[in-house]
């Protein structure tokens, strides 16, 4: 069975049939709104996925892996690291939150740029899961070490196939000259890098900052909502 560092990979890797929810959550829970991005809630399903990416994520960037720590090791990470004077939960909290909006809010531009998907192409996504709940002991195992992770497959479609969305969303913005870079920009980032790194890849570097640049000045012009006391449910396993 793939472990979750693996199937965080294959999830991440992948640039909607959507489950009812489950019959003991209560009416509050499933009323409560953590996040709004120009008045579409994001659930807490949805957000969980990018809070166990920024999770793994801080862990790996910190050195803690399965093979050279315990939990117990992990856990005092979690209850004594400070980053920039903030508890690394919260930074983790914050990471999670940023990510879901800027997710949600790329997604929402593709939509309103007309993009759309073709049939093979919601085929693949769906292929995909299939293939990826078959690599994880089936789709019921699946599902559960998705829950374990505090997403469900609901939401770990939803957001491959937002990917897929965003990916094209990328694309039509290159293909359109929005993401031009200058030959003195990639001379200029060149000396960063070893020799083994092509002008090609340097250029690719340059066009994601350049269409990053854009998604931050559409989060400056969204209509973001965060309930802050909400978010702190979030927390580490």
Not at 149 to 176: F, H, P, V
Request: charged content about 30%.
């Amino acid at each position: 069975m793939i472990t979750k560092h693996r199937i965080l990979s294959l999830i991440l890797l992948i640039f909607v049939i959507l489950l009812p929810a489950c019959s003991d959550r209560t009416k509050s829970e499933a009323e409560k709104v953590y996040i709004t991005v120009n008045d579409e809630p994001l659930s807490k399903e949805y957000i969980s996925y990018f809070f166990y990416v920024a999770e793994i994520g801080m862990l790996s960037e910190a050195g803690y892996t399965s093979e050279n720590s315990t939990q117990e090791d992990i856990a005092t990470y979690w209850k004594t690291t400070e980053i920039d004077g903030k508890n690394a939960v919260d930074v983790a909290r914050d990471l999670a939150a940023d990510n879901a909006v800027l997710q949600k809010l790329q997604y929402q531009k593709a939509l309103s740029e007309g993009i759309s998907l073709s049939a093979q192409e919601s085929a693949n996504i769906d292929k995909e899961v299939i293939s990826t709940s078959e690599s994880n002991g089936g789709y019921e195992e699946f599902e559960k070490t998705l829950s374990d992770m505090g997403t469900d497959m609901a939401s770990y479609k939803q957001i491959i196939t937002e990917n897929l969305y965003i990916q094209k969303l990328y694309e039509k913005y290159d293909a359109d000259g929005a993401l031009a870079v200058s030959d003195e920009a990639i001379a200029e980032l060149r000396g960063q890098y070893a020799d083994n790194v092509t002008d090609e890849e340097i250029t690719d570097i340059l066009k994601k900052q350049e269409f990053n640049k854009i998604v931050k000045q559409w989060k400056k012009e969204a209509s973001i909502e965060i309930d802050d006391e909400s978010i702190k449910e979030f927390n580490v396993n």
